[in-house]
């Protein structure tokens, strides 16, 4: 079974200029997760979908960061503009509806320089 | 004050040692704990998952959950150099959104 897949795996962009994230969750999987992993910290949640709907973005800084996904399969992830505290890992993790086990894909690290 | 609290790393241990990891959380309603492992450079694989009182064994590892001091421990039994990694605490109120404490690096020294 394939994992889950997110590209690119390492961006560097400059501040003020916009990035996009992709993921595909594991077939099957009707929720879908972004986290923000900041250096020396936990994941936290960013935003979380349920087929193409979001189910919570409250932590989500919705003046420059967008999410959405299309069909309820595949996701998006952009910021636009990026600050310098946006350098991290972002993680996309997929599930089955209504279960706890997550999986992660491999992440993107974002450097803003 | 932060939801997920784990004891401050780093944790060296001796190959074949128990390591002891710590966890407490603020919010009372939460019901579902779960225990992380992540590899440097990689991504968390969920290794232990608890929701009642009590201890739960799977293998080498035990998790430990008390509901009512809010805290919940993870036992790794004969530490292997594998086990070198930064173990994260998360927690649920059952609405299947987790949230992650900062994690406790462990190192096993061979």
């Known amino acids: 079974e394939a994992g889950v897949a997110q590209s690119p795996r390492y961006k560097i962009i400059e501040k003020r200029q916009s990035v996009a994230f992709w993921c595909n969750p594991i077939s099957g999987h009707a929720t879908l997760y972004w986290y923000q992993q900041i250096l020396g910290q936990g994941p936290k949640l960013l935003i979380q979908?349920?087929?193409?709907?979001?189910?919570?973005d409250s932590q989500l800084p919705k003046d420059r960061f967008s999410a959405e996904r299309l069909k309820g399969v595949d996701s998006t992830l952009k910021i636009q503009p990026a600050k310098l505290e946006d350098s991290a890992v972002y993680l996309c993790?997929?599930?089955?509806?209504?279960?706890?086990?997550?999986?992660f894909g491999p992440g993107t690290r974002l450097t803003v320089t | 004050q932060k939801e997920v609290e784990q004891n401050s790393g780093p944790l060296s241990v001796p190959e074949g040692a128990i390591a002891s990891l710590n966890c407490t959380y603020s919010?009372?309603?939460?019901?579902?704990f779960f225990w992380y492992r992540q590899y440097s450079g990689k991504s968390p694989e969920l290794i232990m998952s608890i929701y009642s009182n009590g201890d739960k064994e799977d293998g080498r590892f035990t998790a430990q959950l008390n509901k009512a001091s809010q805290y919940v421990s993870l036992l790794i039994r004969d530490s292997q150099p594998s086990d070198s990694a930064t173990y994260l605490c998360?927690?649920?109120?059952?609405?299947?959104?987790?949230?992650f404490g900062a994690g406790t690096t462990v190192t096993v020294r061979a």
């Open positions: 979908f349920q087929n193409n709907g979001v189910v919570d």
């Open positions: 993790a997929s599930s089955l509806r209504n279960t706890y086990e997550q999986y």
């Open positions: 919010d009372r309603v939460s019901q579902s």
């Open positions: 998360a927690v649920s109120p059952n609405d299947y959104k987790l949230s």
